[in-house]
C-alpha cells in the first residue's frame, strides 16, 4: 500500500471544512511548514469570519498557504452534506491541478469526510504524487447512529463500499487514534500497523497547561458555570446537560450552562431550555477566536462533554476535553470506550452515557465535594502531560520523513 518517494518538499491538503474552525488540519498544516515542507491546503470559504472580516480566497497563514474554494457549509439534510461532498470532490479537483502545474506537488494529503475525497487527488497520484487520506471520522459509523440506520440500509452499504474503494486507492492512510486504526485497517483489509497515527490533542502553544492550580473549587462564588465546547449536532446529546441543569436548578440555584459553538440542533436545545423554564440558566455563545476561547474556560468551573455511546460513539475522542484538562478544569463526560481507554477515572468524572438521572448524581457529586475535585484536577495535569502535541507533532513528521 505504500511506494517510496524521496526528498518530499511541497505538501497540498485537501478537506471539506474551514480552515480556521478545523483544528486537527490546522495544526497538521502549520506543523509542516515549520519543519520546512511548502504546505498548500485547499479548503471551503467561509464568507463571514469569526472576528467579522471578510475571508480571504488565497492567503499565507503561519507558513501555510491557504486556497479557498467558493463553497460554503450549511449544516442541514443529508442531501445537503452530499451536495457538498460532490461539489467540493469536484471543485478541489480542479483547484488540485491547477496548483499542481505551478508547483509540482510531492504528497496530496486528504483529509475525510467524505473518504472518497481521494476522487480530487488521484490525477495528481498518476503524475507521481504519493496520495495520502487521513480518516478523522468513520464515516459509515457516523451515518449510521446520527440517521439511526441499519447495516443492511442501501445508503449504509454505498458508504461501506465508497469507504473501501478510497482506502484502497491511496497510498498511506493516517488516522487519530489507535481504536481508528483498527477499524480503518479492518475496513481496508489491511494490517493495523499499516495505518499511521496522529492523534488530535491539544497544541501547547494553543492551549498552554495552566501553571497554577488553585487547592479550592468552585473557582467563582456566585454560580458554578457548566462550560461545553464544540459542534451542537444529536451526537453530542446537550439535550442531557440541559435537561440535568433544569432538575439540579432547584437544589443547587447558582448553577449554569454555557454552550460555546453552534450547530443544527442548537435552535431546539435552546428552545428546550425555554420549556424547562431555565433559559436564564442556559447561556450561548457564538463561535469565537481561540484566544477568546481560553477567556471563556478561565470563567468557568466544569467542562462537559455529552456524546452518545454506540459504534460511532466508541470511536470518538474529544480533544476538547483535555483542552479543558489543560486549564485546569474538572471534566465530566460519557464514558465510552476510547475515552476510556485514554484517561483513567482518576482524572475525570465518568457519567453513563445517555443517563440523565447519572450525570446528574455525578455534577451533584462534584458540586458537594470541592476536595475530590481539587485532587481530580491535580491528576488530570499528568494526563495532560502524557498526551500533548509535541510528541505527535514528532509522530507526523516522522510518518513524513519516512514516505
Known amino acids: 500500500m505504500s511506494r517510496e518517494i524521496k526528498n518530499i518538499k511541497r505538501i497540498a491538503m485537501l478537506a471539506h471544512t474551514y480552515y480556521f474552525t478545523d483544528a486537527r488540519v490546522q495544526r497538521l498544516a502549520e506543523c509542516l ?49 452530499f451536495y457538498e461532498y460532490l461539489m467540493m470532490t469536484f471543485l478541489g479537483m480542479w483547484k488540485l491541478l491547477g496548483l499542481h502545474f505551478k508547483y509540482k506537488f510531492n504528497v496530496v494529503h486528504i483529509h475525510n469526510m467524505p473518504d472518497f475525497l481521494v476522487l480530487a487527488g488521484l490525477p495528481l497520484k498518476w503524475t507521481g504524487a504519493t496520495l495520502v487520506l487521513d480518516v478523522h471520522d468513520p464515516m459509515t459509523e457516523l451515518f449510521q447512529e446520527n440517521y439511526h440506520l441499519k447495516k443492511s440500509n442501501l445508503l449504509i452499504k454505498l458508504i461501506k463500499m465508497q469507504e473501501w474503494i478510497s482506502y484502497r486507492l491511496v497510498d498511506h492512510l493516517l488516522t487519530v487514534s489507535d481504536p481508528m486504526a483498527e477499524n480503518v485497517a479492518k475496513k481496508a483489509g489491511c494490517n493495523e500497523s499499516d495505518v499511521a497515527v496522529v492523534k488530535n490533542l491539544p497544541d501547547s502553544r494553543k492551549f498552554p497547561i495552566r ?42 440555584p447558582n448553577i449554569n450552562l454555557q454552550i460555546l ?6 435552535e431546539q436545545l435552546l428552545e428546550l431550555s425555554q420549556k424547562l423554564g431555565v433559559a436564564d440558566k ?46 485546569g478544569l474538572p471534566v465530566i463526560s460519557s464514558r465510552t470506550y ?27 457529586f ?22 500533548n502535541w509535541g510528541k505527535e507533532h514528532r509522530a507526523l513528521l516522522s510518518f513524513y520523513d519516512c514516505l
Open 338 to 364: 476510547t475515552i476510556e481507554q485514554l484517561i483513567p477515572e482518576s482524572a475525570i468524572f465518568y457519567f453513563e452515557p445517555g443517563n440523565v438521572d447519572d450525570l446528574i448524581r455525578q455534577i451533584s
Open 366 to 387: 462534584i458540586c458537594n465535594n470541592p476536595e475530590v475535585v481539587v485532587d481530580k484536577i491535580r491528576n488530570s495535569r499528568e494526563v495532560v502531560l502524557t498526551y
Open 211 to 252: 501553571k497554577n492550580i488553585k487547592n479550592q473549587w468552585p473557582y467563582h462564588n456566585r454560580e458554578i458555570k457548566i462550560l461545553y465546547c464544540g459542534t451542537v449536532t444529536e451526537h453530542y446529546n446537550l439535550d442531557m446537560a440541559v435537561k440535568a441543569i433544569a432538575k439540579l436548578s432547584s437544589k443547587i
Open 282 to 327: 442556559v447561556e450561548h455563545i457564538k463561535p469565537v477566536n481561540q484566544d477568546r476561547v481560553i477567556e471563556i474556560m478561565d470563567g468557568a468551573d466544569m467542562g462537559i462533554s455529552t456524546h452518545r455511546a454506540g459504534i460511532f460513539g466508541d470511536l470518538y475522542f474529544s480533544t476538547k476535553i483535555l483542552e479543558f484538562m489543560t486549564q
Open 261 to 266: 459553538g453552534s450547530g443544527n440542533r442548537l
Open 33 to 81: 511548514a515549520a519543519a520546512g515542507y511548502e504546505t498548500h491546503v485547499v479548503c471551503m470559504w467561509e464568507p463571514a469570519r469569526i472576528d467579522g472580516c471578510r475571508e480571504p480566497r488565497e492567503e499565507v497563514v503561519n507558513g501555510a498557504h491557504i486556497h479557498r474554494v467558493r463553497l460554503v457549509r450549511n449544516r442541514g439534510s443529508m442531501a445537503r452534506y
